[in-house]
């Protein structure tokens, strides 16, 4: 294996991680089992089912196929979304969670790494 199949594998098995943590941390408090605080519902359901997303787009980054940027990209931009809203929701006097700036600060972080990261080791047209 080489450089950049490391690197996708790498990558994608931490996007696989990355996103079941996340569903089952959205889950969990979706499900009323662990008392968050004053959530933002709309930022709390996008992180959940974005949580699917993370893992088909880790797999996708681990077998470096060709629609693995787009999917991370799309990721990405929905997450820096979602964290404007976010943003509008504090700016208008909603309840809201130091610890989910924090959060969203890091998805948008990782999912911008993982874009690039898919980006650049995504095969040629004939590759995948």
């Given at each position: 294996?080489?450089?950049?199949?490391?690197?996708?594998?790498?990558?994608?098995?931490?996007?696989?991680?990355?996103?079941?943590?996340?569903?089952?941390?959205?889950?969990?408090?979706?499900?009323?089992?662990?008392?968050?605080?004053?959530?933002?519902?709309?930022?709390?359901?996008?992180?959940?089912?974005?949580?699917?997303?993370?893992?088909?787009?880790?797999?996708?980054?681990?077998?470096?196929?060709?629609?693995?940027?787009?999917?991370?990209?799309?990721?990405?931009?929905?997450?820096?979304?979602?964290?404007?809203?976010?943003?509008?929701h504090v700016a208008q006097g909603g309840a809201f969670e130091m610890r989910t700036?924090?959060?969203?600060?890091?998805?948008?972080?990782?999912?911008?790494?993982?874009?690039?990261?898919?980006?650049?080791?995504?095969?040629?047209?004939?590759?995948?």
């Amino acid at each position: 294996m080489g450089k950049t199949g490391r690197i996708s594998l790498v990558a994608g098995l931490f996007a696989i991680g990355f996103g079941l943590l996340t569903i089952a941390s959205g889950g969990v408090t979706l499900l009323g089992g662990v008392d968050m605080g004053r959530i933002v519902g709309f930022v709390l359901w996008f992180n959940t089912l974005a949580g699917l997303a993370y893992v088909v787009a880790g797999y996708a980054i681990w077998q470096r196929r060709q629609w693995a940027f787009a999917l991370s990209l799309a990721i990405f931009a929905a997450t820096v979304l979602v964290f404007t809203g976010f943003g509008l929701h504090v700016a208008q006097g909603g309840a809201f969670e130091m610890r989910t700036v924090f959060a969203m600060t890091l998805r948008s972080a990782v999912w911008g790494v993982l874009a690039l990261v898919a980006r650049q080791t995504r095969p040629t047209m004939q590759g995948g």
